[in-house]
């Protein structure tokens, strides 16, 4: 199925290209760059967090989660790393090996250190990804619902498979600011493919740092409202 996934994505944007030059200002082998980028956030995602995510809103409502705020260790970052999923472990080099080989095949001028940028702004990237799940997971501290409000992050999800130049208005606030996935790959491959700039790297910044702090934030308030097993 993620093998599919990952055909229909590449295939999506070789279409578009068959009809024109440049999407958002980056041509097909920027692009990919891109694509790549976005499919390996997507990939660590699902091998290192998304296991964890399904199952902390079970813990949350049968009151399981007593178990995890009575260990000598941050209930959040045992709950987000509790488990690794093995079986996406092989989509993640799947992904690994179209992020290298876009990289390999760009005929465009970079440097090393535009490389290791890129790698760390995509961790980031993993971050942002990671924190907009858990604020569509923390309202069922108070809904009590058997998902939270998941169906609408992997909905809005979509924006971060498109470049951030498409959207304008409001929609490139929402998406760059409010609800940032257009942050979690777009800006990273900008500044391998375009060069650094202060303004695109201060944005990155204040939001990925302004979006933890609202996260850990919302989940301390969770964990104030959560009815335990005992109570």
């Known amino acids: 199925m993620d093998l599919i996934y990952y055909a229909v994505n590449i295939a999506f944007f070789k279409v578009l290209f068959l009809h024109t030059e440049l999407i958002g200002g980056w041509s097909s082998e920027q692009m990919m760059v891109f694509v790549g980028s976005y499919l390996l956030v997507d990939a660590v995602n699902m091998t290192v967090f998304s296991t964890n995510m399904w199952w902390l809103p079970f813990y949350i409502n049968r009151g399981e989660l007593d178990y995890y705020l009575t260990r000598p260790i941050s209930p959040l970052f045992f709950l987000s790393l509790r488990e690794f999923a093995a079986n996406s472990f092989v989509n993640l080099l799947v992904a690994l090996g179209i992020f290298i080989h876009a990289i390999a095949v760009y005929s465009g001028p970079w440097e090393f250190g535009h490389l290791v940028g890129l790698v760390l702004l995509l961790v980031n990237g993993v971050l942002i990804f990671y924190c907009i799940q858990m604020l569509m997971i923390i309202p069922v501290f108070w ?80 964990l104030r409202n959560y009815a335990s097993a005992s109570s």
């Open 143 to 222: 809904t009590q619902s058997a998902r939270g409000f998941v169906d609408l992050f992997y909905t809005l999800g979509i924006a971060m498979e498109r470049p951030d130049r498409i959207y304008r208005g409001w929609l490139r606030v929402f998406f760059t600011v409010i609800m940032p996935f257009a942050l979690i790959a777009s800006y990273p491959a900008r500044i391998f493919l375009e060069g650094f700039t202060p303004e695109v790297l201060f944005h990155l910044t204040a939001v990925s740092a302004g979006l933890w702090i609202i996260m850990l934030g919302l989940w301390r308030l969770g």
